[in-house]
T-cell receptor, first 116, second 109 residues
């Protein structure tokens, strides 16, 4: 099974621009979670999609948005970029553990965004 | 709310042991542990479910005290390959995984 694929791996933008990041989950998985990773804050939850519906949303401004397509691929968009948006953006497939109600995350390699 | 991890960083010599703690102010359904090596994605290590379970993975094990809402990760006889940042993630039941800020572990020869 292929893992979680994120594109692009690296990108540089300037303040005020917008950016779109893409994530393809593990084949057959319908859930995609997005996290922002910065040195000071660790992994911060952005949002989660399941079968094209947003199930949960973290505490981020409205400039951060996402969507999921019928093939489970997901995109996240950040508009009006700020310097503080520089981070590693991680996408993860969520795998349910049978009979436990718990889920495990498998992360992609991430998209490293630098805002100048 | 973000779980609190301690210590923030630790340096070990090969063969030494370490304990990383994770505590939450919320009732927990499960605790997850991940390790991230420099420049790589976080990788799942183990999950502990409500019930005081203890699990092991090679020389890495963990415990979960649901009454205290705490989990500890134990690394014994550390190897160079154990270096990385360890994150605990907490789940209060059908909620997104919330991660701590991480503990940076460096193992030196």
């Amino acid at each position: 099974k292929a893992g979680v694929t994120q594109t692009p791996r690296y990108l540089i933008k300037t303040r005020g621009q917008q950016v779109t990041l893409s994530c393809s989950p593990i084949s057959g998985h319908r859930s995609v979670s997005w996290y922002q990773q910065t040195p000071g804050q660790g992994l911060q939850f952005l949002f989660e999609y399941f079968s094209e519906t947003q199930r949960n949303k973290g505490n981020f401004p409205g400039r951060f948005s996402g969507r999921q397509f019928s093939n489970s691929r997901s995109e996240m968009n950040v508009s009006t970029l700020e310097l503080g948006d520089s981070a590693l953006y991680l996408c993860a497939s969520r795998t349910a553990i049978a009979y436990s109600g718990a889920n495990v995350l498998t992360f992609g390699a991430g998209s490293r965004l630098t805002v100048l | 709310q973000q779980p609190v991890q301690s210590p923030q960083a630790v340096i070990l010599r090969e063969g030494e042991d370490a304990v990383i703690n994770c505590s939450s102010s919320k009732a927990l359904y499960s605790v997850h542990w991940y390790r991230q090596k420099h420049g790589e994605a976080p990788v799942f290590l183990m999950i502990l479910l409500k019930g005081g379970e203890q699990k092991g993975h090679e020389k890495i094990s963990a415990s979960f005290n649901e009454k205290k809402q705490q989990s500890s990760l134990y690394l014994t006889a550390s190897q160079l390959s154990y270096s990385g940042t360890y994150f605990c993630g907490t789940d209060s039941g059908n909620t997104p995984l919330v991660f701590g800020k991480g503990t940076r572990l460096s193992v030196i020869a």
